[in-house]
């Protein structure tokens, strides 16, 4: 797969492990974002992003999104890392918490 792809891929938030398996990420806008963490249905984006960081220290944050998983809500929150390659590290939207990969 081309290098430009899987980049693309990555920062719309169907990397290609995401999309082999065939799930669907439909993520909400900055404005719904901010109404589901006022109504505290899903933890703030910076306890998401502390928790994506655990295994990612020297990586650059490139983007943070709410998005509904199937019947969830995650974080895919996007790094880059030294080596030049893209992170997206997946974290439950309810519990702040690295999430399980379906």
């Not at 806008?29 to 994506?52: E, F, I, K, L």
């Amino acid at each position: 797969m081309p290098f430009f792809l899987i980049i693309g891929l990555a920062l719309t938030g169907l990397a290609p492990d995401a999309a082999a398996q065939g799930v669907r990420l439909a993520c909400l806008s900055r404005q719904d974002m901010q109404t589901a963490v006022s109504s505290r249905s899903v933890v703030a984006p910076n306890a998401a992003v502390r928790a994506a960081r655990a295994g990612l220290a020297n990586a650059e944050l490139v983007r943070v999104r709410l998005c509904r998983r199937n019947d969830e809500m995650v974080y895919v929150v996007t790094f880059l890392r030294r080596d030049g390659r893209v992170a997206p590290v997946t974290i439950d939207a309810s519990s702040g918490k690295l999430a399980a990969d379906r």
